[in-house]
């Protein structure tokens, strides 16, 4: 019985077949081919369930359309369905061995007499019918699968239910479509923002609400829609013995937030900055080992440094001595028995309470008969400055709506425009780089200057398997206007390491445009975390297609530029890698040049140029052989022409070069873990060549610049990072003949200006650092040959020897003055001579070269000076070789203040006023300078007399929006600078309007009539 019902349920469903056959063909005829939304991705079931539709088989019969107009509460209950015992339905079995000729097609039962069906058939519910032919579709679909096929539940979707796309939330660039409208960038997506891998605390979120407008995205963020959010936390000293303290992030920079969880021994109660609404940069956190010498000097940031005094004849205690800027600022003894003995601290006063700035921990004295030595192995430094942070504070855009113990949000207080192709700064270093793109891409991004690191998403191996691509690393190649990034790092866990070919590394050449886009494009491709040019395609107009990685080569892309430059005829238009362009003749019409290229100052090329034709003819190449082939390495595009009767003229507009100098991409090649695979035109492939553990504090080279950095916790967190070094400032140093026991200068500039602070070694030792002149006092006590070395962040090293002498006789006289005194202020000046320094009586002083006064019994004489500015001062006596000093008259007047507005409109003048103050006993006058964004932009003399406060008034229009740093004498405030106001041109039309409302209203009223008779009659 079982049976036949189940034969009789199948009539049924064929007779509703039979029903809505007709209509569902018409239907399906209706509809768009399309009915897939575009973007969406297909299944393969899907793609047979298109085709079988368009084929008049069974498995697309119904539209979803039609399944659609039935209401779902008809439909048959699922609960039903499974109600029905599967024993009474025809075992599949029995169904695959009917064969396929004897169902009865479509078209059949569409033909057979509707008579022959059971009347009470063809009056069904329309539901039940859609019903039936939902299952029936179902069953004829799965006879035209293969019968291997498995059949997922996703499958039996709708044919037009759209399928969701998973919009990402870990990359650094949202791109529209990709992200969602409301987006957070946090430590784990942008990588400048403050984070700690060993102890993984990361403070800061930055939260973006966008608005769909017209199918695409608003590109105003508007008022109180960017959201900034950072909460102080405790990190741990890299010194553990100290325990912790509290750290926060702020507008991507780390700063110190309080002691908090720091071992009492040390600091003896809890301290929070954010309640006293400050925050200072940590400057240094270091658990490295460091020996100290006596005569030698531990170097700290901020001008300070560490000095051994002396060590006790027990060696059991040490007297440190901390100076700034060469003055000595504290003293303490330190008798390393325990922790907070061991541990010297510099003080200041907070509210009240004392708050280390800087702390020095010694594990251990040693003092022998010739050397003694002090070991520390911890340092803890954080600034003399401090960042207010009080609500209504601003920031660029940013304005801190809150404090509330420990977190600081900030909202804008005006709307933001993404502009296309522009960096819009956001608050402090932090800006949004928006793509040169009708779509929406941008993404965070910090000014960094000097060498610094940049990280990916950081990865827990217990994921196993993470891939890093130019989203979510930073460091990986990556053009925002084009979309193009070509590298992919691939990595696959095994616990705690990375076997043996379990690291891929793939990158692949994309095409971008040229800026001087009548070129067409060219193929660039990443390697190394580092843009290279892999080829030109068949869409560059002044060459044929090439690919240089079928030389197994890369080449640096040097130039890409669209801006429009002039030559003048006998000057050169600089390239790079020693390539100068040059005008060698414009032809007697002026409507053609004749350009030579030179290297190293010998001409290599020349070409006849023709502006106006078509680009091949007004673009300029240099090629050179690669390979076989003769391939361009410098393109320049020649827009017009000038002939003169002075001077000829030519603009370029569009100059494109690569490197002359290749980089070898051979299979087999090693970089450090990693080995090249394969290259072809498609790529570059790598592996890594063995395995390697993830040890907790590790840091592993992967290949070249990138590494793998471990975190130092039991989570062995594992981020990517790329080191970028900046370019460094040239440095020199001058070193003079020295002479045992007399004091010689080491001068120390760049590009002719002191530099101060840099670090300056003697054999190896490090002995000291420059002061405000670049200077560094040495006094020999034996004769030989010293190298001398000079080192400072973001300059080049330096070295030089300095030879120094045995006198037989001490004839040598030497000046001893401060280095620097305030206008006005009596300073002393002592003659000696000898390794003794014995006082020389009767020395004639000149300032100078102005004689002032001759040295008493002690050697001294006192002066002071009115005149500001670096001087000279010298001392001679008959019979002795003469000796001389500079010493530096500083004006007493220093600024205190700037007031100005903190926000204004472009092509408004604004009046920026300097305060300042004398804090010396006689009056001066000084020139103070404004700059604006480090430009001189004016300046005013003052005259402040002593013990007074002055003011000085410039004036500064602001051309464009932006963000503007306004600096005198080295204070700054920065000033919001947005776009022109419209409200003139309003008023002026309300005026008009308002006008001409007036005279309609005369005239309808007969008054203008009126009043021009009154005219007339005068």
């Known amino acids: 019985m079982n049976y036949l019902r189940a034969r009789g349920l199948l009539c049924l469903l064929l007779v509703a077949m039979a029903a809505v056959l007709p209509m569902g063909a018409l239907a399906q005829d209706d509809a768009p081919d399309d009915s897939v939304p575009s973007g969406a991705e297909s299944s393969s079931r899907a793609g047979a369930e298109e085709s079988t539709a368009r084929d008049g088989t069974v498995g697309g019969v119904t539209p979803s359309e039609d399944l659609e107009e039935a209401p779902a509460e008809d439909l048959t209950p699922p609960e039903e369905l499974d109600d029905a015992p599967a024993e009474d339905l025809t075992p599949p079995e029995e169904l695959d061995d009917a064969p396929a000729e004897d169902v009865t097609p479509p078209e059949a039962i569409e033909d057979a007499p509707m008579e022959d069906a059971p009347m009470e058939d063809s009056a069904l519910p329309e539901a039940s019918m859609a019903a039936g032919v939902s299952s029936l579709g179902s069953s004829a679909e799965n006879e035209t699968l293969d019968e291997n096929e498995t059949l997922d539940e996703n499958e039996t979707a709708d044919e037009n239910e759209t399928v969701e796309v998973e919009l990402s939330t870990t990359d650094r660039i949202w791109r529209e479509g990709k992200n969602p409208a409301t987006y957070t960038w946090n430590p784990q997506t942008f990588s400048g923002f403050f984070y700690d891998l060993d102890d993984d605390v990361g403070t800061e979120t930055l939260t973006v609400h966008l608005r769909e407008s017209g199918g695409s995205y608003d590109r105003s963020i508007k008022e109180g829609e960017l959201e900034y959010e950072t909460k102080a936390d405790s990190i741990s000293f890299d010194f553990r013995g100290w325990g912790e303290y509290q750290v926060i992030g702020f507008m991507a920079q780390k700063y110190f937030a309080g002691y908090m969880g720091t071992d009492r021994d040390v600091v003896d109660k809890e301290i929070s900055l954010l309640d ?47 100076a700034k800027d060469g003055e000595e600022v504290d003293s303490k003894v330190i008798d390393p028995r325990d922790l907070g003995s061991s541990t010297y601290k510099y003080e200041i006063d907070l509210s009240g309470e004392d708050l280390p700035l800087v702390m020095i921990h010694v594990s251990n004295i040693f003092s022998g008969a010739e050397t003694s030595l002090v070991t520390v192995d911890g340092i803890f430094q954080i600034s003399d400055d401090y960042t207010t942070v009080a609500s209504g504070d601003k920031y660029g855009d940013m304005e801190i709506d809150s404090i509330s113990g420990d977190t600081i949000r900030m909202t804008n207080d005006n709307s933001v ?27 965070p991004t910090v000014k960094r200057t000097g060498s610094y690191e940049i990280r990916g998403t950081i990865v827990d191996p217990n994921v196993e398997e993470f891939t890093w691509t130019p989203y979510n690393f930073e460091g990986f190649y990556y053009d925002i206007d084009d979309d193009v990034g070509t590298e992919t790092l691939e990595v696959r866990f095994t616990g705690d390491k990375v076997d043996d070919g379990d690291l891929r590394y793939k990158t692949v050449p994309q095409s971008v445009r040229f800026e001087y886009d009548d070129w067409g494009s060219y193929n660039v491709i990443g390697f190394l975390a580092e843009k290279y040019f892999a080829g030109y395609t068949d869409e560059t107009e002044f060459t044929d297609e090439f690919s240089v990685l079928n030389e197994e080569e890369l080449r640096k892309v040097l130039m890409d530029d669209d801006e429009s430059y002039t030559l003048r005829s006998g000057a050169t238009f600089p390239l790079k890698e020693g390539y100068e362009l040059q005008i060698k003749e414009v032809d007697l019409e002026g409507n053609k040049v004749f350009l030579s290229i030179t290297k190293d100052g010998d001409e290599v090329g020349n070409k006849v140029v023709e502006p106006g034709r078509e680009v091949t003819g007004s673009t300029f190449t240099y090629e050179v052989e690669i390979g076989s082939e003769k391939v361009p390495i410098i393109a320049v595009h020649v827009q017009s022409v000038f002939r003169g009767r002075e001077e000829d003229l030519a603009t370029v507009e569009g100059i494109f070069q690569i490197s002359d100098d290749p980089r070898s991409v051979e299979e087999g090649e090693a970089y450090d873990k990693m080995e090249i695979d394969s290259v072809s035109d498609g790529g570059i492939e790598m592996r890594n060549d063995g395995s390697f553990s993830l040890g907790r504090g590790r840091t592993v080279s992967i290949m070249e610049n990138m590494k793998f950095r471990i975190s130092d916790s039991d989570k062995r967190l594992v981020v990517p990072i790329v080191e970028v070094k900046g370019e460094s400032k040239p440095m020199t140093i001058k070193i003079p003949d020295a002479v045992v026991g007399t004091p010689a200068e080491i001068l120390v500039t760049s590009d002719g200006a002191p530099v101060i602070g840099a670090l300056i070694t003697i054999n190896g030792d490090e002995a000291g650092t420059t002061d405000a002149d670049g200077v560094f006092l040495y006094s020999p006590s034996i ?183 306004v600096e005198v004498r080295g204070v700054q405030r920065t000033m919001t600078v947005e776009e022109k106001s419209s409200a003139g041109m309003v008023v002026g039309i309300l005026i008009l309007l308002a006008a001409i409302g007036g005279g309609a209203y005369l005239y309808s009223t007969g008054k203008l009539k009126e009043i021009a008779g009154q005219i007339k009659n005068r």
């Open 276 to 322: 006293e609404e400050e925050l200072r940069e940590v400057l240094i956190d270091d658990d490295e080992e460091y020996t100290v010498d006596t005569g030698s000097v531990l170097q700290l940031e901020e001008g300070y440094e560490i000095r051994i005094k002396e060590i006790d004849l027990d060696g059991n205690k040490v007297w440190f001595a901390l």
């Open 417 to 443: 425009s993404l502009r296309k192709g522009k960096s819009v700064p956001v608050m402090g270093d932090v800006s949004f780089l928006v793509a040169d793109s009708d779509e929406l891409r941008f993404g």
């Open 783 to 965: 004769s030989g040959s010293f190298d001398i070395e000079a080192k400072k962040d973001e300059y080049s090293e330096v070295k030089a020897v300095m030879n120094v002498t045995q006198i037989k006789e001490e004839r040598v006289l030497a000046v001893t003055t401060p280095q620097e005194v305030m206008k006005g202020e009596s300073f002393v000046i002592k003659a000696t001579i000898g390794l003794d320094q014995r006082p020389v009586e009767g020395a004639d002083i000149a300032f100078d070269d102005v004689s002032i006064g001759t040295t008493d019994s002690l050697g001294t004489a006192s002066y002071a000076s009115a005149s500001v500015g670096s001087h000279v001062i010298t001392v001679t006596k008959e019979g002795y070789e003469g000796g001389s000093r500079n010493i530096v008259v500083a004006s007493p007047i220093v600024v205190t203040g700037l007031d100005l507005p903190e926000t204004t409109r472009a092509g408004k003048t604004v009046k920026i006023t300097a305060t300042a103050e004398n804090g010396g006993s006689v009056s001066d006058n000084t020139t103070l300078e404004l700059k604006v964004n480090g430009v001189p932009s004016g300046s005013t003399d003052i005259t402040v007399g002593p013990g007074e406060t002055g003011s000085a008034t410039f004036e500064y229009e602001p051309l464009e929006p932006g963000v503007y740093t």
